[in-house]
Structure formats: structure tokens, C-alpha cells
């Protein structure tokens, strides 16, 4: 059974840090990884999706990894700002079972102070 | 549309009551996924829907939920006689088939059901 995990579970840091989020998945058995934010009492915004067949995806000061053979993915973000603040969630695609039940990891909330 | 649309954005309920919530998912969207969110819990699938496919129902806590999509966009997800523990922010998205394109979610700002 595919499991999610993202270490740690909250992350406070001064404002223009480098930071990296983990997430850890069991099965590498997988069609993507896509990472999400979520702000307070808002849905999920999408940040970046690595398909199975690549390494990274970057997009602005966000860096997201993949590493399907050790079933990790590491989302960095250069430059923090207290605007980046927020749950980070990371969700599996797996291959086989139901196409659409993606399995999310419980989320890393960040807290960027000023 | 231009995003994910979701109605109501809260509801308040008493127990007992049967309740619906809408989704409108992005304009050419084959797939659309319901999902739940409880307080201090992670995202807890409960149903998917894929073009004309029956959809997998596998995530549905009980009987007491239901959901249809009519005309391949719009859905709703309906919940008879509402517990307490129904209690969540409901979240739905779309997205393009995973074999077609990025097969990239994107999530509405969810509807937040409270049950008293």
C-alpha cells in the first residue's frame, strides 16, 4: 500500500533562507509526484508536477526533485519570503487501483518570519 | 471557466439534514476528483470521475454519500442525513486524463459543511 510522508511536520525559518521539503513515498510504482500550497481555510494550488520519467521541474524560486529508485522528492525553495508561507503538501499518482485516488503526504506548514 | 469553482463555499447544517455541494470544473477537464479534508487530517479521497467511465466510488464513507456528474462537467455531491462527523472542508478538482497531457490536479477552494 502506497504511503506518503513528509518530514518535518512544521518549519519556521527567517526570511531569506534557502529551505528544502521532504517527501518520502513507499511505492515507486508511480505516474507523477505533484507538489501543492495551501493557504489557511483555501484549497490546494499546484506548484509543480515531475512526471515519473523526469528528474526536476522549476518554476520561478521553486525546485522540485525526484528520485522514483529511493522514493523521495525534494521541493526547495531559494529566497524565502514571508509570503511563502503556508502547508506544503506533496500527492503520488500511482500506477494501478483507482486513477484518481492520489495519495497525499499530511503536509509541511512553514512559517517564513520577517 | 478560468479555475475550479465550488458552492457553496460554507454551509452550516444540522444533523439529520441532507446537504449538496457543486462542483464546476475547468473547461475541458475529462477527470474530476472529490476529495475530503478534516481538521488536522490529510486529503481523503472519495470519488473519481473519468469522461463516460463508471466513476470509483471506492472512497465513499458510506452509503450516505452520492455523487453524479451530469454532461461530463458539473458535479454534485450529495450527503443524506448528516452526522456530526461529516464535519469538513470538501474539495474538488479536475484535471486532464494522466495519459493525456500533464495530468496536472487543480483543486477549488472547497466548500467548509458544518454540521451541528
Known amino acids: 500500500k502506497q504511503e506518503v510522508t513528509q518530514i518535518p511536520a512544521a518549519l519556521s525559518v527567517p526570511e531569506g533562507e534557502n529551505l528544502v521539503l521532504n517527501c518520502s513515498f513507499t511505492?515507486?510504482?508511480?505516474?507523477?509526484l505533484q507538489w501543492f500550497r495551501q493557504d489557511p481555510g483555501k484549497g490546494l494550488t499546484s506548484l509543480l508536477l515531475?512526471?515519473?520519467?523526469?528528474r526536476e521541474q522549476t518554476s520561478g524560486r521553486l525546485n522540485a526533485s525526484l528520485d522514483k529508485s529511493s522514493g523521495r522528492s525534494t521541493l526547495y525553495i531559494a529566497a524565502s519570503q514571508p509570503g511563502d508561507s503556508a502547508t506544503y503538501l506533496c500527492?503520488?499518482?500511482?500506477?494501478?487501483?483507482?486513477?484518481?485516488?492520489?495519495?497525499f503526504g499530511k503536509g509541511t506548514k512553514l512559517s517564513v518570519k520577517p | 471557466g478560468a479555475g475550479v469553482s465550488q458552492s457553496p463555499s460554507n454551509k452550516v447544517t444540522e444533523k439529520g439534514k441532507d446537504v449538496e455541494l457543486r462542483c464546476d470544473p475547468i473547461?475541458?477537464?475529462?477527470?474530476l476528483y472529490w476529495y475530503r479534508q478534516s481538521l488536522g487530517q490529510g486529503l481523503e479521497f472519495l470519488i473519481y470521475?473519468?469522461?463516460?467511465?463508471?466513476?470509483?466510488k471506492s472512497g465513499l464513507p458510506s452509503d450516505r454519500f452520492s455523487a453524479e456528474r451530469t454532461g461530463g462537467s458539473v458535479s454534485t455531491l450529495t450527503i443524506q442525513r448528516t452526522q456530526q462527523e461529516d464535519s469538513a472542508v470538501y474539495l474538488c478538482?479536475?484535471?486532464?486524463?494522466?495519459?493525456?497531457?500533464?495530468?496536472?490536479?487543480?483543486f477549488g477552494e472547497g466548500s467548509r459543511l458544518t454540521v451541528l
Open positions: 473547461s475541458g477537464h475529462t477527470a
Open positions: 470521475f473519468q469522461g463516460n467511465s463508471a466513476p470509483d
Open positions: 478538482a479536475s484535471s486532464f486524463p494522466s495519459g493525456q497531457k500533464t495530468g496536472e490536479l487543480f
Open positions: 511505492d515507486s510504482a508511480i505516474y507523477n
Open positions: 500527492a503520488v499518482r500511482p500506477y494501478g487501483g483507482s486513477q484518481g485516488n492520489l495519495i
Open positions: 515531475i512526471q515519473s520519467s523526469q
